[in-house]
Nanobody, 117 residues
């Protein structure tokens, strides 16, 4: 049974930081491309950041220079360090695991991030 469990969300003031974690089980984590997506109220889910099995990283323009994605294959965990948070970063953040070779992907249940004073 595949599980992706996010943690680390919460309420933070503008300019603050949060670190999201996503612990995976039931998959061979090291061969999966991992990603973080977010969905704000009334908006479509959007890609925030990805990290491949080869450690190539990609970010949506709006978070470049503020967010950093990383992974620890020994812990089957992917992280999203979020700095200089803005109110427009408020959303539910979802972890994604994707293996293009098998056209397979999995989603976590999401964690709420609220940036507000």
């Amino acid at each position: 049974q595949v599980q992706l469990v996010e943690s680390g969300g919460g309420l933070v003031q503008p300019g603050g930081s949060l670190r999201l974690s996503c612990a995976a089980s039931g998959i061979t984590f090291s061969i999966y491309d991992m990603g973080w997506y977010r969905q704000a109220p009334g908006k479509e889910r959007e890609l925030v950041a990805t990290i491949t099995d080869g450690l190539s990283r990609n970010y949506v323009d709006s978070v470049k220079g503020r967010f950093t994605i990383s992974r620890d294959n020994a812990k089957n965990t992917v992280y999203l360090q979020m700095n200089s948070l803005k109110p427009e970063d408020t959303a539910v953040y979802y972890c994604n695991a994707r293996l293009a070779l098998w056209n397979t992907q999995y989603w976590g249940q999401g964690t709420q991030v609220t940036v507000s004073s």
